[in-house]
């Protein structure tokens, strides 16, 4: 041990005084920045990419939005056309024998006993006029989509800038217009629908107007809340001594850090907007028949769900999907744009 | 006296903000302050947290529209200036602010170089995106930052960076008066000194006049020429720097005082605190106002007080 001690010792009182010298830093170089420039949206991004469930989401929305807007320019069938010596045919995926998928219903191969010709099959089966739900189905799913793209719309349009300037304003104004809100979310959006009836025919111009009226109320109040928490931010007031505008502060200032807000909150819009066309056109005030709408088609499937439960399963799915996909991908927004949020 | 002969730059008369007026929170920020501020000096305002201080700088700067009195810029009322005039957009590139909190004080989803530029852009001081990159680089040097620094974001930098760029900022407008609140309240104290020293340099190259808000005495009367001690939301003592340090008036500032630490560890321990009982020297129904006991030294007091501070600030000076 002691010796140790020593032989460093030594060592070290052999070693010349000039083998060390200060190292030169320049003063720029010490407050280098190495690391590579991440934005706050680069950086959420990679947050949201680590979250399987919403991945998985986002690519169902999309594989379920191109089928659905894809019906437009190709459709296995006319969704409204019918043919009554089609009627109720259960799936029939070709020839490959899938039980479910083969054209037997009830013990019976429908497609035989109807004397259906070879080569003839539908691949989601048929409703009691013979019309290939497989249509039906994607047509009902563009409607709910449209509905989607109407709710964000309106979000956006209305809601955003609602709550902003009541937000921005303060004071009586954001007064007035949060009792006008209040007003607004206290009818029943059922209640707006069914007096809409007595002026319009039911169909989607009501619903759109229903959505118009009372969809953005949410997103204004979110909106607002952090608006007001945001316009007393030291940059806001940075800003106001600068000289900026109300409008160029808006965009500027506040857009970009309410964006999170915004795109969580539109992600919670779309499938209660969904929902609630799907639901209207289910007990009859929503998209009249013939035509397609995922409410109709259920709706249509309950009365015959003990005979032809096919019917039902496929729309069941897909608004199932929508809603999972919608909820978990707004989940997955949520945790990647506020990460603190997340319990 | 001599002072008079300097310009004033800021005067502000029977200031008085508050907040919520008439409802259950009132709150009297401000009761009926009053002050000058001569062109090329600074002038330190000092008072515990929730005296006023952030109030007053951003009455000054026009953030609150005042409930009464007045405060004057280069002889113009600033009330009277409407929003979105010529005369209001010239009085946003004469008067800036130095903000508090360097994390809140930049917009996290701006590029360091759109914030500094923020200023050019609105008074149309750059023709191309050139010549503001070169402005945003010259600026960025002035501060002691690394121009290569222009496109990061905020968050990559550290606080006493993030103080820098607030500088660099409102520095962007060549304004003629800052307000600093607080600026190295939330630092390091060893980045504090670092950041003191660079207002200095841009006061002296620039010809600044600055209202330095700190909560302590020790920082601000190192940078400030003057001092004023805030209280309650009313002005309690103004005298000259040295003068309210070695010679302090009132009771508060003396308590103020009394609470610097001291670097040598015998004094430290033989220091004193001077407790203030504000019910004595503010807080009886006695009328008050700013009164000069003693040359450019005022003490908030009461006719019946003014002689006993006089004869204290004389007995004080003897003593030198
Ligand atoms: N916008 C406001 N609304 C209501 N009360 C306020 C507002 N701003 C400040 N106050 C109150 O005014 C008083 C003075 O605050 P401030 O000027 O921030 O003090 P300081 O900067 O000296 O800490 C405090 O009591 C504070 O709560
Ligand atoms: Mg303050």
């Known amino acids: 041990m002691a010796d140790a001690k020593n032989q460093s010792a030594t060592a070290m009182a052999s070693l010349p005084k000039d083998a060390f010298e200060p190292a030169q830093v320049d003063k720029t170089e010490k407050e280098r920045i190495a690391a590579p420039a991440l934005t706050f949206t680069q950086d959420a991004m990679r947050r949201l990419r680590q979250n399987k469930a919403a991945i998985i989401s986002f690519w169902i929305l999309v594989v379920i939005a191109v089928l659905a807007f894809g019906s437009f320019f190709w459709s296995p069938a006319d969704p409204n056309h019918q043919n009554l010596t089609y009627s109720y045919l259960p799936p029939k995926w070709g020839n490959l024998n899938i039980p479910g998928l083969n054209g037997w219903n009830n013990g019976v191969d429908v497609y035989k006993a109807n004397g259906i010709k070879d080569g003839v099959y539908f691949l989601l089966g048929t409703d009691g006029f013979g019309r290939d739900m497989l249509s039906r189905l994607l047509a009902g799913t563009r409607v709910s989509l449209i509905i989607a793209i109407v709710a964000t719309f309106f979000d956006l349009s209305i809601g955003v800038v609602y709550g902003i300037i009541s937000g921005w304003r303060g004071g009586r104004t954001d007064i007035v217009m949060q009792r006008v809100i209040e007003i607004i979310s206290s009818v029943p959006n059922l209640v707006v629908v069914i007096l809409m009836l007595l002026v319009f025919k039911p169909g989607l111009t009501s619903i759109i107007l229903a959505i118009a009226l009372s969809g953005w109320v949410t997103m204004a109040r979110l909106v607002r809340a952090q608006t007001l928490q945001l316009k007393d931010q030291e940059y806001v007031l940075a800003a106001r001594t600068l000289g900026e505008s109300s409008v160029k502060i808006a965009l500027k200032h506040l857009v970009p850090n309410l964006s999170s807000t915004i795109i969580i909150q539109t992600m919670f819009t779309i499938p209660s907007a969904i929902f609630f066309e799907a639901f209207l056109s289910y007990i009859g005030i929503g998209i009249p028949s013939p035509q397609a709408s995922l409410g109709t088609l259920l709706s249509d499937a309950q009365q015959n769900l003990q005979t032809q439960p096919y019917m039902l399963v496929f729309p069941a799915i897909v608004i199932v999907l929508l809603m999972l996909a919608f909820n978990l991908l707004g989940d997955g927004l949520r945790d990647a744009f506020d990460p603190r949020s997340s319990h | ?320």
């Open chain 2, 1 to 320: 006296m001599s002072e008079d002969t300097r310009e004033k730059l800021v005067e502000v008369r029977d200031l008085v903000q508050t907040f919520n007026a008439g409802k259950k929170d009132e709150v009297r920020a401000i009761q009926d302050i009053s002050f000058d501020i001569y062109r090329g000096e600074t002038l330190g305002l000092v008072g515990e947290s929730g005296s006023g201080k952030t109030t007053t700088g951003r009455s000054i700067i026009r953030l609150y529209d005042p409930t009464s009195g007045t405060v004057k810029f280069e002889g113009q009322d600033i009330a009277k200036l409407k929003n979105g005039s010529k005369a209001m957009h010239q009085f946003r590139r004469q008067m800036q602010m130095i903000f508090q909190d360097p994390y809140a004080s930049l917009n996290p989803r701006m590029k360091v170089k759109d914030i500094i530029a923020e200023g050019l852009d609105i008074h149309h001081l750059v023709k191309s995106e050139k010549e503001r990159d070169d402005r945003v680089a010259a600026l960025l040097e002035e501060v002691g930052l690394n121009p290569d620094h222009a496109t990061r974001y905020p968050h990559e930098f550290s606080g006493g960076q993030r103080q820098r760029i607030g500088i660099a900022r409102a520095l962007a407008v060549e304004p003629e008066f800052i307000i600093a609140d607080e600026p190295i309240s939330a630092l390091d104290v060893s980045i504090q000194a670092q950041v003191v020293n660079l207002m200095k340099d841009i006061q002296d190259k620039n010809g600044l006049t600055y209202l330095f808000i700190a909560h302590d005495l020790s920082m601000v009367k190192y940078i400030s020429d003057r001092i004023a001690v805030m209280h309650n939301g009313r002005l309690v003592e103004l005298a000259s720097s040295d003068e309210v340090y070695t010679h302090p008036l009132h009771p508060y500032t003396q308590s103020l005082l009394s609470a610097i630490p001291e670097p040598d560890p015998d004094t430290e321990r033989r220091r004193v605190l001077v407790p203030y009982d504000a019910s004595q020297a503010e807080g009886d129904d006695k009328a008050r106002s700013m009164t000069e006991v003693f040359p450019g030294h005022f003490i908030y007091a009461a006719t019946d007080e003014v002689a006993g501070y006089q004869h204290a600030a004389q007995a004080a000076h003897a003593n030198d």
